[in-house]
């Protein structure tokens, strides 16, 4: 199975945005565009057609950051991150500040300035942030095939 490729659409009136352009980066994007795709209560849904400017707090420069899905149901709107649970943490200290551990650290610093960012972006206009883990996947009854991530 690959982790990377092009989705097909199945119900391309609810897709929002480009429906020859859907791209998935892991094997739990896939699961969650075929959710939005096949779900009753999603009415609309996009990935990474939304812009979100930011400033990084490693660098101190604007870069654009696209979160991974919108949805919109019955209930609101929705900007979605799709993680592995272990990089929604910041990482745990070590002794020894090894070249991983110093890019772990960055990783996050960087990831939390897009999500601070897409959280000032989401209250501005009435939507709801939210960040899915494989446990929020599970909870949700999305199978996950692999548990490998981008």
């Not at 998935?24 to 209560?41: A, G, I, L, M, P």
């Not at 900007?79 to 960055?106: A, D, G, H």
């Not at 009435?126 to 981008?150: A, H, P, V």
């Amino acid at each position: 199975m690959t982790y990377k490729g092009r989705y097909r659409i199945k119900n391309s009136s609810k897709y929002k945005g480009n429906p020859t352009q859907i791209i998935y980066r892991s094997s739990w994007e896939r699961q969650v565009f075929k959710w939005c795709d096949n779900h009753k209560d999603v009415l609309e849904w996009s990935s990474e057609e939304i812009i979100i400017p930011y400033r990084c707090k490693t660098d101190n420069k604007l870069h654009r950051y696209y979160p991974d899905v919108y949805i919109k149901t019955n209930k609101g709107e929705y900007l979605i991150e799709i993680k592995p649970k272990k990089e929604t943490n910041p990482p745990r200290i070590r002794s020894r500040k090894t070249k991983r551990y110093l890019t772990e650290v960055m990783t996050y610093i960087k990831n939390t300035s897009k999500w601070d960012a897409a959280r000032g972006y989401c209250a501005d206009r009435g939507y709801i942030f939210e960040i899915w883990t494989e446990e929020t996947l599970k909870r949700m009854g999305i199978k996950l095939l692999y548990q490998s991530y981008k």
